[in-house]
T-cell receptor
Framework: DAGITQSPRHKVTETGTPVTLRCHQT?????MYWYRQDPGHGLRLIHY???????DKGEVSDGYSVSRSKTEDFLLTLESATSSQTSVYFC????????????FGDGTRLSIL | DQQVKQNSPSLSVQEGRISILNCDYT??????FLWYKKYPAEGPTFLIS?????DKNEDGRFTVFLNKSAKHLSLHIVPSQPGDSAVYFC??????????FGSGTQLTVLP
């Protein structure tokens, strides 16, 4: 198994509260990604990182911010959670080199009431 | 507009038979394609990939076929086993290596 830990695994919170999800890797991979999975949509990219302090937006970045202050940690923040952000969130990592696949963590189920 | 489509939400196959999962894409800049398998409450697990310079890649019971002119790829599982029951996602990427996923196909292998 790829050394990826997501925390928390489950969270229930209220609309308007800030939420931070953490992804921790032990593989020293350069690339890290945050996705959300919703029924009928597969996985959609929120933000990604190509190095410490280097991040960029994905397909569904509105309402989300990220930070990567060290190689092993990639944080996803919902500044003011909304019910539309109820989803399952997956973190992925990828090594450099062509043909390297992304490897995923086990996800965080986030419910916003 | 979905750039990667899996038009079959579900597929049931008898144990021992072949499972064929299909995927279509629209972006001609995609040059790398992957299949992932996902069990409930777990993250997607990488299964097999193929580069656009190939039309076939095999790994044990799993074979991926790529038809670039039709913008179509398929995953063949032979023989199918009950443990193969899962959701299968196809994904595609271009030079930036960001993945675009299909919506998934639930495969059920019946004993």
């Amino acid at each position: 198994d790829a050394g990826i830990t997501q925390s928390p695994r489950h969270k229930v919170t209220e609309t308007g509260t800030p939420v931070t999800l953490r992804c921790h890797q032990t593989e020293n991979h350069r690339y890290m990604y945050w996705y959300r999975q919703d029924p009928g949509h597969g996985l959609r990219l929120i933000h990604y990182s190509y190095g410490v302090k280097d991040t960029d937006k994905g397909e569904v970045s509105d309402g989300y911010s990220v930070s990567r202050s060290k190689t092993e940690d990639f944080l996803l923040t919902l500044e003011s959670a909304t019910s539309s952000q109820t989803s399952v969130y997956f973190c992925a990592i990828r090594d450099t080199g062509s043909g390297q696949p992304q490897h995923f963590g086990d996800g965080t189920r986030l419910s916003i009431l | 507009d979905q750039q990667v489509k899996q038009n079959s939400p579900s597929l049931s196959v008898q144990e021992g038979r072949i499972s064929i999962l299909n995927c279509d894409y629209t972006n001609s800049m995609f040059d790398y394609f992957l299949w992932y398998k996902k069990y409930p409450a777990e993250g997607p697990t990488f299964l097999i990939s193929i580069s656009s310079i190939k039309d076939k890649n095999e790994d044990g019971r799993f074979t991926v076929f790529l038809n670039k002119s039709a913008k179509h790829l398929s995953l063949h599982i032979v023989p199918s086993q009950p443990g193969d029951s899962a959701v299968y996602f196809c994904a595609a990427s271009g030079s930036a290596r960001q993945l675009t996923f299909g919506s998934g196909t639930q495969l059920t292998v019946l004993p």
